[in-house]
């Protein structure tokens, strides 16, 4: 049977050449029976509004999907509480949203999203998105089952990453936070967190930290199973890179990458 249903489309210049599924394409399958055996459905870089993602989310055919890839959609809004309305019976394991300026978080997006709470892999990627986006992410009944979650290219600073570690997500093993803005508070939340106990990647880079920051995550008596730490563009100078290569933290890490801002 099949298992896999691609409709993804790629965007190039700029702008969408044929988008292989609009509304109206997604609302015809929707009602295809044929749904009844896909577990990975990609619709990515498709013209499609919040009325043609929602027949496909609650539609009684779909209920074996566990990977959904929604990057890149071509819609004025894109509203997360969309999945509220989906099937009962559909449970995601992997949801990508990568790409979607236009995408909506409110406070109650992820709580009141049943399909969500047994997420393991989230791509939330160059979305344009700030602290209310973590902090709504915090109050998800399933943030305790994520695995891995990419946040890059955000604007994230402090107050929703410290509510998203206060949530104890403790089987997170990869995480990105490259290319925000993090701040000294931010770092040292992650740098003393007890709760990312099985975290074995994670991505820093071009967050511009003061020597404060790097001096503390070097220190850290926490992260305990980290393996590989990315700190491209980050140091604010040649001593606090060379001062960090020997910390304690780098030492028992498998790959180190570090470089100043």
Not at 28 to 57: F, K
Not at 216 to 244: S, W
Request: aromatic fraction near 6%; hydrophobic fraction near 40%.
């Amino acid at each position: 049977a099949l298992e896999e249903l691609d409709f993804s489309m790629s965007i190039e210049y700029g702008y969408l050449e044929d988008p292989a599924l609009g509304n109206y394409g997604a609302e015809m399958l929707a009602a295809w029976e044929g749904l009844e055996s896909i577990e990975r459905l990609i619709l990515s870089g498709n013209h499609l509004s919040t009325g043609g993602i929602s027949a496909l989310l609650s539609s009684p055919h779909l209920c074996k999907l566990k990977a959904l890839a929604l990057r890149e959609i071509q819609t004025a809004t894109f509203f997360l509480s969309t999945f509220e309305n989906a099937h009962a019976d559909l449970t995601l394991d992997v949801l990508d949203l990568a790409g979607n300026w236009a995408l909506y978080i409110n406070q109650n997006s992820f709580r009141n999203a049943r399909c969500l709470h047994q997420l393991k892999k989230l791509d939330l990627s160059n979305c344009e998105l700030n602290d209310n986006a973590l902090q709504a992410l915090a109050d998800s009944p399933g943030v305790g089952q994520l695995r891995m979650l990419d946040l890059l290219w955000n604007n994230i600073e402090e107050e929703g990453l410290i509510q998203l570690l206060g949530a104890e997500p403790r089987l997170l093993h990869t995480l990105n936070l490259s290319h925000n803005e993090l701040s000294t508070k931010a770092v040292r939340a992650i740098a003393s967190s007890s709760t990312l106990t099985s975290l074995r990647s994670l991505d820093l880079s071009y967050n511009e930290m003061e020597r404060e920051a790097i001096e503390q995550l070097g220190a850290t008596e926490h992260l305990p199973e980290l393996q590989v730490l990315e700190l491209y563009h980050c140091g604010p100078d040649e001593q606090t890179v060379t001062d960090f290569t020997s910390s304690p933290l780098a030492n028992r890490l498998a790959r180190l990458e570090i470089s100043i801002a």
